[in-house]
């Protein structure tokens, strides 16, 4: 069975939450309740042997590490390499300012050959026909 790595947004973001019961794949949730050296191993394990590595990111994104992995992961693994983007968050939304630069992401993710797709719904079908 395939598997999808759930990267991106965490700061109590609940797409993951809405997603996982809709899938048809197996996937890894990286989130835990405490980060330790042993989670982040775990981590990096399943980013480089899940067939998928999703990306998701939200207003609630707080840090850089995810741009980093989403940006490395669409260079060294476009075909595995999905990335997402949601404008809002609960009662959180992206300012003009922040959608500009996530799209910069996007623009330059899809031009590393991965895949940019612009819902979760988006990404359920495609997840679950794969």
């Not at 997603?19 to 981590?43: G, H, S």
């Not at 404008?87 to 300012?97: Q, V």
Request: charged share 30%; aromatic share 12%.
């Amino acid at each position: 069975m395939k598997k999808v790595f759930l990267g991106g947004t965490v700061n109590d973001s609940l797409w993951r939450d809405e997603m996982i019961p809709l899938l048809k794949i197996d996937y890894f949730n990286p989130v835990v309740e405490v980060w330790t050296d042993e989670a982040y191993e775990r981590e990096l394990e399943e980013r480089e042997n899940c067939d998928f590595c999703l990306y998701v990111f939200t207003p609630r994104y707080k840090g850089y590490y995810s741009v980093a992995e989403v940006i490395d992961d669409s260079n060294k693994r476009p075909d595995k390499t999905i990335f997402c983007i949601l404008n809002e968050d609960g009662d959180k939304k992206f300012s003009n300012f922040q959608k500009k630069s996530i799209n910069a992401v996007g623009k330059m993710i899809q031009k590393n050959g991965a895949i940019w797709l612009k819902t979760i719904d988006e990404v359920i079908e495609h997840l679950n026909t794969k």
